[in-house]
């Protein structure tokens, strides 16, 4: 009879043990599965982030290139002002002098620009030419980032 009763608090203990531990393994199982789905989500984030990242790079590297040929060509065009191959012309009308004498001025030449007025030009042409490009690259940023 003490064979059987112990046999019993045996199967007894052994049923209570199961079940603690079949218990333990659905919430683990559970655990598993909701940290499994939220690492996929986790992956697919940034694989998101990476692409506007990538595509953010594309446009830093368009914008970039587009102001460095810009501020190229505005140097080209002041080393060949300062050569003489060109010229900076400005539309202006040189007032007549009120006797017929004759003035220092030259008519016959179209007016040109002073060295130091010559050189504000250029420098402000090639900060236009950089807010352009800083307004063109900001606006690609706006579009591409936040009208989603």
């Excluded at 990538?54 to 460095?68: M, N």
């Excluded at 504000?120 to 009208?147: A, I, M, S, V, W």
Aim: aromatic share 10%; glycine share 4%; charged share 35%.
């Amino acid at each position: 009879m003490n064979l059987e009763k112990l046999l019993l608090v045996v199967c007894l203990g052994l049923t209570f043990w199961l079940y603690w531990v079949s218990d333990d393994y659905d919430k683990l199982n559970d655990k598993h599965t909701k940290l499994k789905s939220d690492f996929n989500e986790q992956v697919a984030i940034n694989e998101d982030y990476e692409k506007r990242i990538e595509s953010l790079h594309e446009l830093d590297i368009k914008h970039t290139t587009e102001l460095t040929n810009a501020k190229a060509e505005i140097d080209k065009l002041r080393d060949d002002v300062r050569s003489g191959a060109k010229r900076v012309y400005v539309k202006a009308k040189c007032p007549s002098p009120e006797n017929s004498s004759t003035s220092g001025v030259d008519v016959g030449r179209s007016p040109t620009l002073e060295g130091d007025a010559e050189q504000d030009y250029f420098n402000l042409l090639k900060q236009l030419k950089t807010l352009e490009k800083q307004f063109l690259g900001l606006r690609d940023y706006y579009y591409t980032e936040c009208k989603k």
